[in-house]
């Protein structure tokens, strides 16, 4: 078996709008990168921040490498926030730790890892420092997909909303193998343009649209 | 059950702070945060990002950028020009005609000339590359950036208009990671304002020409210009037809880093050779057609009034009366609506071979100074080239919108040359 690994990274906007691809192969198992649009968020509303989210959905990569700068995770674990919300298979790559101990940052890669449920790798890409590592990781990720629990709970009543939203969502036959529910339901709850149009070609439309709307 | 009862009216807000809260704990039990310590950009962002300080700093370094090109590109210009002049005195002695007069007007007069501009265009490309991967042009962004929300433009927009300095086509395609298809309109209808390497070589003959010691303040003024109309342009179009409220955006600023001789060449020789490769297809077509005119019909003194390349110009030059344009001039602006280059290209077939310090005597003994100045300003303001116009159809997927770019910026192309004219007159220069 073949596995196909995809790569996200991050840029500054306007530099990638559309995606690239490239490939390699590694310990003799040939992997298929796929660079998308540098995003901090996965909203309909902006083109290359939906290139990246359609490919996701429709693609399902066998896993999403999310590179980060270490010296500024606040921002950017957003996007892994909403990568794991997609319930995608993510690597985290914490780039540039150089700068963020340069920031004088120490950062519990062991625990972080732990909090979110996903394996992380710590590189500083100019240089060359921890691509070995990040290249085997990727690999052990892409085979082994691991099942990790939510690492985002709302309050109790957002979740059960969202339970009560995923349960009507169920209904329909031809939405679960398309899309994640739970993420379905919580993008219906910010009535986000794309699952609202979802919601109303769907066969339970009138369910759904009765709790959103 | 209803959503709204729990979430308000805005969910999307609800959830994101929920999220944010989320990855704060997580980040308070893994990330501790010591001392900082001062590191150099710190110390440079002080500057460059300043409120205050900040846009000038941009400027003055744009400044210094044009004083460079012009120094560093002037005795390269000098050789490319002589080796075409030589090129095109062999071509004279050909003992057919027809033959002799493509080569020595067509080619080597009309795109031979444009070449000579190659020096000055790769010039600017490695100062840019410098700026860029140097850090400092995201920082540019960034500083315009929180002027343009403050005037209720899309800060993003800037990144797309900065990209315009090289071509205005992958520019006006950067628009799509802008949000709102308002937001997105208005930078594709300004993006057209920045001044891109096409125009460069015009500004570079005509200020040669006429500005001597202050013709890199007078190209640099172009840029300035540009950014200047592309801004109140889209304060306009806000105001009146795509009114709205911008949305605030981050822009990761990357840390300042010396650039490499070697990344920045290798970025000059990218974006140049689509130059050198426009030279190769389009500019030589085009001095294949614009010879053509000039010497048809045959027999009429090439480049002539009396030449078809010439009865355009005729015919054409009243409309440009009142900004001092002659005939010549009006025919290369004609063409230039093709690309930018054809301006020069042109006056270098329709004023025949002699290279550049003959032209540029002939353009001094027959217009103005201000009236150079308005030339300069037309260039940069009108429509860039036709594929600017193509791009902007596929963007915008409106044949509306793209008739109202081309029409828009050639009023204000003509407004603004007019205004030079104008105050030209005013301040007692003529």
Request: glycine share 8%; proline share 4%.
């Amino acid at each position: 078996m073949v596995p196909g690994a995809r790569q996200h990274v991050g840029n500054w906007p306007g530099k990638t709008v559309e995606k690239k691809e490239g490939s390699f192969s590694h310990k003799g198992v040939p992997l298929k990168l796929v660079d998308l649009p540098g995003t901090y968020s996965l909203t309909a509303a902006a083109e290359d921040e939906l290139v990246s989210r359609n490919f996701i959905i429709e693609e399902k990569p066998d896993l999403v490498v999310d590179v980060v700068d270490a010296s500024n995770l606040e921002r950017n674990l957003y996007l892994t926030m909403l990568l794991l919300e997609l319930d995608t298979n993510v690597l985290l790559v914490l780039n540039m730790t150089d700068l963020a101990k340069e920031k004088g940052y120490k950062i519990n890669i062991d625990n972080l890892s732990q909090k979110l449920g996903i394996p992380i790798i710590a590189t500083v890409a100019t240089k060359g420092k921890g691509i070995a590592e990040l290249k085997d990781a990727i690999l052990k990720a892409a085979q082994t997909r691991i099942t990790k629990k939510n690492a985002l709970n709302y309050d109790k009543q957002i979740e059960s909303l969202i339970d009560y939203l995923v349960a009507i969502l169920t209904k329909d036959k031809n939405l679960p193998a398309k899309y994640p529910l739970r993420w379905l339901a919580i993008k219906l709850l910010e009535k986000d343009e794309q699952a609202l149009a979802v919601a109303k070609t769907s066969a339970v439309s009138r369910e759904l649209l009765e709790v959103v709307a | 059950m209803k959503a709204k009862k729990v979430l308000g009216d805005d969910a999307d807000i609800v959830l994101a702070d929920a999220r944010y809260e989320q990855i704060s704990k997580i980040i308070e039990a893994s990330l501790v945060k010591g001392e900082r310590k001062r590191t150099v950009t710190d110390v440079l962002d002080k500057v460059f990002l300043n409120k205050y300080v900040g846009i000038p700093a941009f400027f003055a370094l744009l400044w210094a950028v044009f004083q460079f090109t012009f120094e560093a590109s002037a005795p390269f210009m000098g050789l490319i020009e002589m080796l075409f002049a030589w090129l095109s005195s062999l071509a004279a002695q050909i003992p057919n005609e027809v033959v002799a007069s493509l080569l020595a007007d067509g080619i080597f007069g009309g795109l031979g000339f444009i070449l000579s501009f190659t020096a000055p265009i790769f010039f600017l490309f490695f100062a840019l590359s410098l700026l860029e991967d140097s850090g400092y042009l995201a920082r540019v962004a960034f500083v315009f950036d929180k002027l343009m929300f403050k005037l209720g433009l899309h800060g993003r927009s800037f990144i797309p208009m900065l990209l315009g300095f090289g071509c205005n086509l992958p520019a006006i395609m950067a628009a799509r990671s802008i949000e709102g298809k308002k937001d997105r309109l208005i930078t594709i209808l300004t993006v057209p304002f920045m001044s891109c390497a096409a125009r460069l070589p015009v500004y570079v003959l005509i200020a040669g020409a006429f500005f001597a010691s202050h013709a890199a303040t007078a190209v640099w003024s172009m840029y300035v210009i540009g950014i200047v109309v592309a801004i109140l342009f889209a304060l306009l179009l806000r105001k009146t037809i795509l009114k709205g409220e911008p949305a605030p955006f981050i822009i990761e600023l990357p840390t300042y880093k010396m650039p490499t001789l070697w990344g920045s060449v290798l970025h000059m020789w990218e974006r140049g050779v689509s130059f050198l490769k426009k030279a190769g297809t389009y500019l030589l077509v085009g001095a294949i057609i614009l010879w053509v005119l000039s010497v048809l019909p045959w027999g009429v003194e090439a480049g002539s009034g009396d030449s078809l390349i010439g009865l355009i110009g005729q015919t054409l030059q009243p409309l440009f009366g009142p900004l001092g344009f002659n005939w010549q001039i009006v025919s290369s602006l004609v063409f230039a609506f093709l690309a930018k280059e054809l301006v020069v290209e042109s006056l270098g077939v329709i004023y025949g071979v002699g290279g550049e310090a003959s032209i540029q005597a002939a353009l001094v003994a027959s217009i103005t100074p201000v009236s150079a100045f308005a030339l300069m300003v037309f260039t940069l303001l009108y429509v860039p080239c036709l594929a600017t116009v193509g791009v902007i159809k596929k963007e915008t997927g409106s044949w509306k919108w793209t008739l109202f770019a081309v029409l828009s910026e050639m009023a204000i192309a003509y407004l603004g040359a007019l205004l030079i004219v104008g105050l030209g007159g005013l301040l007692g220069f003529s």
